[in-house]
Every structure is written in C-alpha cells, then in structure tokens.
C-alpha cells in the first residue's frame, strides 16, 4: 500500500514510524512533514491544508489510504473532498470535526445530549460578558468560539485576567475569526486526562489513557504550552471512572453525532476531568491528540494500518495494547512558549540522542543543516521511552537526555510526577 499521512508535527513523525511498521505498507509520504521523518517517508511540499492539491496528489500517485494528523485540514473538509474523489482517507468530515472546530457547537450538542460538562454561555458582545463575569465571579474559563492553535483558552483567577481575555478576543480581534465569539464555562478542578477512541459511526474503540502536560516547567508552573511531555497509563483514574468517561463522554458523543447525521469517523478525542462530581468533558478533539500520540502508538502492539482498513470496510478491528508504560518528553526551544530565541541554533547532542537503543525520537520543530539537528520551532522533539513501570520509562529518558547541550533548549524533568507518585502509594 502506498500511505500518505497529512501533517508536520511530532504526532505525524510518530504515525510514520507506526505505519512503516506495517507489512502492508511499501511507501509513504506526508504533506509537508519534517526533515526528521524523511528517512523514512517522502515529504511532499503541499499544505495541510491546501485540499485540492492533496486530492490531486493523492490520484496522481495512486495513494491507498490517507491519514489526517490536524484539525486544521479536517475543518476545511479535506475528508469530504477526498471521499467525493473516491479516494480512501481516515478522518472526520468537515461536519464532524465541528466538535472541535467551534467550542460552542461542542458545548451546544453536550448540552443537547446530556455530556457531562461544565456549565456555560455564549456571548459575541464585550459589554453582556463583562457584565456576566461580574455575576460569576472568578476563577472562570474564557474561550475563543473558533480554533486558535491552543493558545485560545484562558483559565482567569481574577477578574483582570478574565476581563483582559474578553478585551483580547471580542474588542482588540487577537484570534481574528476564531475569537468573535466567546465560550465563558465554569472553572473545573480535578485531575484531567485524554481519553481516546477510534470511532466508526456508533461503533468506539478505546485507547489506552493517557494525560499530557501543558505548563511549560517542572511541578506543572509557568504558561500554558502546546505540550511539554505526556505520558500512559493514567493510573490514577480509576476503571470505574475510566468507564464512565467511555460510556457518557466519548460513546454519548459519537451517539449524537450519528443523531445529527454527521456520523465521526476517525480519532475522537475527549478532553476529561474527574472532579468530585464525577467526570467531565473538557473538550472535543476531532483527532489524535499532540504529544499523546508520541506516547500511545509505542504501546499500539497490532497494526494500524490493518486496524484504520477494517474500520472503513466495517469490519471489527484487532486492536492489542502493550502493558508497558511510556512517557515521553518535549524538548523546545529557549523562550518557549513566547518568542524562541534559538531559533536555527544547533541541538547539541541529539543525533547522538538518537542513536540509543529503546528510546524513539519523535521531531516536531527541527531542521537538519547537513549536519546536525537546529531549533525549528518552539517544541522541537519529542524522546520517548517505554517500560515496565512509569519511573523506568522516566529514568530512561532522563538518561538519553543526559546527552543533549541546554545551550538552546530545555525540558521538564517531571513528566509524570503524579502518576509515579501514585504508583509508590
Ligand atoms: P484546551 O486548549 O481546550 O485544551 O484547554 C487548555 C486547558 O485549559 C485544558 O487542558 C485545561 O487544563 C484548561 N481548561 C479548559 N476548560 C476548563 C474548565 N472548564 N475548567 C478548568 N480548566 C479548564
Ligand atoms: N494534547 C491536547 C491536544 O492534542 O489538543
């Protein structure tokens, strides 16, 4: 089969390396991928989302299956226009990916079907949500209607914050579109964590748990990021509570979706937290989640090509998961989350990084200048290592990291903290 997986980040690099794992498989390419895939795929210069010419691509090359990496392609309906050309592709239509292409559609139909979420309004006018905030008071969760990149939530602990994050969204246009209209939810407290599935219509297979890391420093301090490590299991989430995730978040949500008539095929993402009022929904994503892709196809043990062909011949898939733990670690580029300030500056260490044994190293941000591995973005790679326990994994890639230089990047040494702290108990 010749597979071509649409994307350029650490998730896209992972699936790579899962599907070139498949005996199915002869080639793949990724449009656009990264220079640190290309050893194994051939990266093609076509956008994620410049549909028409991935269609073309697709035909001209004879393509097999297609796999979407990022909302960005979905919500311009690369899926609908593939499956218009006849052309097989693994991924939500454009009205399915709505659930996480507008927030208040998400909340809109978890409202309709009784998703456990947290409460919330809808406003598009600065003054009505200023005066709203002044009844709830604070903590309170402000969220740009439309996709920003993960960068459109904000969690205000005072009213300044959250007055801030109204002027930013709905007077000064900060996210243009995306931020017009604004989700305001109530402040959730819990332990999150990301609860996926590959879905065909009713019919959900879950995935291992798994929970990322999103502040940029040890201890979980400092901004919010696109995802400094992630690791699974998740044993602090109960089977119990891991059950009701299953049937009333992410099963309750592709139940709607076929009650909509816009059945999801394809990776769904529920966003959860346990509070002490049960599990809650944090949000939908219509794909595989970034890093906890990096961390969950290490421990996929069946194909996934295989898996990916028997959902879209309506077939029930083999899907065998490993009992070993993974954890997996950002390396990112100094100034991270703001302004990187390395940008193009070599990654000492990390070709040697990669020449150690039971460690895979996932790239998002790099670029290779012929000789060595540079900065190319603010969350450069992803090291990820697996075994029998969390702290294993943990010490495994603590010890590969022993070899790379902080002079232009650096990491959080913590990944998993709670989880591990949990296992010693
Ligand atoms: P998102 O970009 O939608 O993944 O949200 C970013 C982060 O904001 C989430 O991972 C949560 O930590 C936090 N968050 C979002 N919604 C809520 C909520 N209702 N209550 C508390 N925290 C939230
Ligand atoms: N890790 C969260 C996401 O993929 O949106």
């Known amino acids: 089969m010749r597979v071509l997986i649409i994307g350029r980040g650490g998730r896209e690099h992972a699936l790579v390396w899962k599907v070139a794992q498949s005996k199915h498989v002869s080639d793949i390419f990724v449009a656009p991928g990264n220079d640190g895939m290309s050893k194994m795929a051939t990266c093609i210069d076509i956008a994620e989302t410049a549909v028409e010419q991935l269609v073309a691509f697709a035909k001209e090359q004879t393509i097999d299956l297609t796999i979407v990496g990022p909302e960005s392609s979905l919500s311009v ?8 050309a006849g052309l097989a592709i693994f991924g939500p239509t454009q009205a399915a990916a709505k659930i996480e292409a507008s927030k208040q559609y998400a909340k809109d139909l978890m409202a309709k079907y009784n998703i456990p979420t947290a409460t919330y309004e809808v406003f598009t006018d600065y003054e009505a949500a200023l005066a709203y905030i002044e009844t709830t008071g604070v903590p309170i969760v402000i ?10 939530v904000v969690v205000a602990t005072t009213f300044d914050q959250a007055q801030s994050a109204l002027q930013a969204m709905l007077v000064d246009d900060a996210f ?44 979980d301090s400092g901004p919010n990021t696109g995802g400094m490590g992630a690791y699974s299991d998740v044993p602090q989430i109960s089977e119990v509570d891991r059950q009701q995730a299953l049937e009333t978040i992410v099963k309750r949500m592709a139940h709607a979706l076929v009650s909509e008539g816009t059945p999801f095929t394809g990776f769904l993402y529920g966003g959860c937290m346990l509070t002490n009022n ?25 194909d996934l090509v295989e898996i990916i062909q028997s959902l879209l011949a309506n077939q029930t898939p083999i899907i065998e998961w490993s009992e070993a733990q993974s954890i997996g670690v950002c390396i990112a580029g100094k100034g991270y989350p703001g302004d990187v300030t390395t940008m193009g500056m070599p990654i000492g260490g990390l070709t040697d990084l990669e020449q150690c044994d039971d460690i895979q190293v996932f790239h998002a941000g790099t670029k290779w200048d012929g000789h060595q591995w540079c900065v190319n973005g603010g969350r ?45 108990k």
């Open 278 to 302: 049960g599990v809650k929904t944090i949000e939908f994503n219509a794909r595989f989640g970034d890093p906890e892709t990096e961390i969950i196809l290490p421990r996929l043990k069946s």
């Open 380 to 424: 450069a790679a992803y090291v990820v290592a697996s075994a029998d326990t969390l702290l294993e994994a943990q010490q495994k890639v603590a010890q590969a990291l022993d070899r790379i230089e902080q002079k232009t990047v650096f990491w959080r040494n913590d990944i998993g903290y709670k989880a591990i702290a949990h296992q010693k």
């Open 77 to 84: 309906g690369v899926v609908d226009a593939f499956e218009a």
């Open 143 to 152: 969220k740009a209607d439309g996709l920003a990149a993960g960068k459109g």
């Open 176 to 219: 243009g579109e995306a931020g017009t209209r604004v989700v305001i939810e109530e402040c959730l407290v819990g332990e999150e964590f990301s609860f996926m599935a590959f879905v065909r219509g009713t019919d959900v297979y879950p995935m291992v748990l798994s929970q990322d890391h999103k502040r940029a420093y040890d201890g």
